[in-house]
């Protein structure tokens, strides 16, 4: 077995899960993230790369999954758009209407899941990386390959509109390091 098959199947035995969480927080559904994986999966290694650590492996995966889960936001927006009930609409049930499974009771968890799914997919990948994979910025920017100022942009709009959606909600600032500057005395005042 060659060595990048060997570590497809070490990648997909013990980060398998943890992908897959993560491409499921992105798009909100098991189908879409499980395609969205596989896509992903196939995309590092359908050449057959040379030997490359599970360390990168597993980043080029999760960059592959933010990628294809942006264009394919981008492509959907180009298409048009066949509004609910059009004739071979395969979401209509026989009666004409599909109703979606509202339970009592649902936890702010789930909440605010629905509320990241409504950003828009940059603004959700760096959310999902920065707040939820604990990247700090500058990583979130080289995983999605953009600017740190874009990144800080993306965090900033897309936690003024979870901050509408649920007051109560805190974003912590990151930790930051203190500078500590020495005050200026006499003695340092002389040339």
Request: with cysteine; aromatic share 6%; proline share 6%.
């Amino acid at each position: 077995m060659s060595n990048w098959r060997e570590t497809l199947d070490v990648l997909v035995r013990e980060r398998g899960p943890a992908l897959f969480g993560y491409a499921y927080v992105l798009t909100g559904s098991r189908a879409q993230a499980e395609d969205l994986l596989q896509d992903a999966l196939v995309r590092t290694f359908r050449r057959g790369r040379a030997t490359v650590s599970l360390d990168t492996a597993h980043a080029y995966v999760k960059r592959a999954i933010a990628s294809a889960f942006i264009d394919s936001h981008r492509r959907a927006q180009a298409r048009p758009q066949r509004a609910h009930g059009d004739a071979g609409d395969v979401l209509t049930t026989a009666s004409g209407a599909t109703q979606p499974d509202h339970a009592p009771g649902v936890d702010a968890a789930t909440d605010l899941h629905a509320a990241i799914l409504q950003l828009p997919p940059r603004e959700r990948a760096c959310v999902v990386l920065h707040y939820l994979e604990d990247m700090p910025v500058a990583a979130v920017a080289d995983a999605l390959g953009i600017a740190q100022g874009t990144v800080k942009r993306y965090l900033s709009d897309a936690v003024g509109t979870l901050r509408v959606a649920f007051t109560e909600l805190e974003f912590e600032p990151r930790p930051t390091t203190d500078v500590v500057t020495p005050p200026i005395t006499a003695e340092r005042r002389q040339p």
